[in-house]
């Protein structure tokens, strides 16, 4: 059972499935024609009237991965400074050494049992380094925390030299609405907004994402455009995806309801702080001498989580919140865990 890589394990809405058996001849040996309407696809123009925003502001890529790459490839020369998360998906590292970049790091704030933007901190360090780019996640892995609108406004008219990358893969999973944002991309030019398929929506083997982009950015809008179209049946299945809303209702619901069982089992146990988190996973910390016995313990029942290194988290776990009988399982583990520490 693999906890370990934030996926959905709920799996895509039924009518996803259905797209799949309907795929034929068109979705695999023709090229869209949605170029020469004037748009890039379906999908961009579905997004587009969900959203409330100009299809030109939409882009779309096989995941976020690949729309933090095209974004880093398009603005970033060599020696040129990314502002990023110290503790954060490691990709964002990578990918600035792609070209040449470097990397300078804030740090996310402990508070009690969450984490949090110290952006007094951010301001002061982006006087200093001037970087090109300012990475946020929000909700942030592994951390779990989100941004709130009020510091997303100080940052973007503090760093209105750079551009800002907002990655949002784990939008959804503590508020799924989407009005806020055609306002938020009206107002912040120099903002790219990342979201993915991957998971909410449970589509992370289709590869497919799009991001909002601010107007200022043009520059990559060219630099993204695809003539012949994208991958056909990933987007037939994100629109599929789009369909079903009351699926992904329901199933988030019930993570967010698991989620809380997390919360209330570690801070039962003395020891332990599970961090309030926004996304499909939580961040724990643990005591130090029951670190072998969890090894030990999941292993032979076969559970997957992420194990922190010590200078990256000291003593920190990531659990995915799978399925629900998942969950249940992984909390009767970690009971018998604790139960065995305690003898
Ligand atoms: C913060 C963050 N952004 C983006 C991604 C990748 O998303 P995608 O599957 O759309 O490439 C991940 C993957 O775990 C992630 O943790």
Redesign the pocket.
Known sequence: MYLD??ENLYGPAPKCFDVLRSIGMKELSLYSRDFQRGVKSLLTERLAADLKIPEQQILL????????KQVIHCYVNSGEKILCPAQ??W?YQVVASEVGGVTVQYKLKERVDRFHYDVDEMISLYAKESPRVVLI?SP??PTGNSLDESDLQRMTEAFSESIIIL?E??WGFADASIERIAEQIKSYRNVLI?R????YYAL?GA???YAVVGLDLTHLTKFASHYLGYNRISEALALAALDSPEYYRTITAQMQEDRKRFYDLFDAKPGFTCFRSEANFVLVRIPVKIKEVLRDVLKAKGIVIKYFSDTEFPNCIRITLGTHQQNVLMMEALQMIVYKEQR
């Open positions: 890589r934030n890529s096989e995941g976020s991965e690949d729309m933090l954060s998906w990709y996640a942030n892995n990655d893969a784990y990342m993915t398929f991957s998971k992370a590869r497919i994402a």
